[in-house]
């Protein structure tokens, strides 16, 4: 299976963006759907959208169209998430995870504070 | 759109006994596209469930799913220490594609 690694925890400004990454080692990295996933301080799970590795094409969930980005480099086997128009509400827990129906393996999740 | 409410939100039980927490959904979900979740302090979830019923790989044979259209019930047969966490269902096809509870903590007596 894959073993996916997140880029470190980030604190940015409201308004600013933020770009955190799940780098896949293991098995093939083009074999898993990969999705975002979000968890406020105390709070439950939040999907927020899918990228399919192979191809590129995405989906996001309606709440956060318009302000994510999920793009990714198939040369690093790295998924990437940008979040932009950050506000408090924002900070939270970023998990990659991959799976399609659902999601199988999860990275350990990287933390951004929004606060000014 | 679907929303998935699981009760109770906190259930109190003692280890050896057994767990039964539901999930409820507003519209019906199919069977194949329901999964359950665990999620420890300060870890990712781990999947426990998914088809409804069938365990993922690794999962103790004292979890099991059941349940189909808009009623499903993960069932932990006899509580161990390290199963006290916080559980999750969350199913995929309808808008939004994807959604989980809003979680059941498990907590000991």
């Known amino acids: 299976q894959v073993q996916v690694v997140p880029s470190g925890a980030e604190v940015k400004k409201p308004g600013a963006s933020v770009k955190v990454s799940c780098k896949a080692s293991?098995?093939?990295?083009?074999?898993?759907?990969m999705h975002w996933v979000r968890q406020a301080p105390g709070q439950g799970l939040e999907w927020m959208g899918i990228?399919?590795?192979?191809?590129?094409?995405?989906s996001y969930a309606q709440k956060f169209q318009g302000r994510v980005t999920m793009t990714r480099d198939t040369s690093t086997s790295t998924v990437y998430m940008e979040l932009s128009s950050l506000r408090s509400e924002d900070t939270a827990v970023y998990y990659c995870?991959?799976?399609?129906?659902?999601?199988?393996?999860w990275g350990q999740g990287t933390l951004v504070t929004v606060s000014s | 759109e679907i929303v998935l409410t699981q009760s109770p939100g906190t259930l109190s039980l003692s280890p050896g006994e057994r767990a039964t927490l539901s999930c409820r959904a507003s519209q019906s979900v199919s069977s194949s596209y329901l999964a359950w979740y665990q999620q420890k302090p300060g870890q990712p979830p781990r999947l426990l469930i998914n088809?409804?019923?069938r365990r993922a790989t690794g999962i103790p044979d004292r979890f099991s799913g059941s349940g189909s259209g808009t009623d499903f019930t993960l069932t932990i047969s006899r509580l161990e220490p390290e199963d006290f966490a916080v559980y999750y269902c969350?199913?995929?096809?309808?808008?939004?594609?994807?959604?989980f509870g809003q979680g059941t903590k498990l907590e000991i007596k």
């Open positions: 990228i399919n590795p192979s191809g590129g094409s995405t």
């Open positions: 293991g098995d093939t990295f083009t074999s898993y759907y």
């Open positions: 088809g409804a019923s």
């Open positions: 995870a991959g799976g399609f129906y659902y999601f199988d393996f």
């Open positions: 969350q199913q995929y096809g309808s808008s939004p594609l994807y959604s």
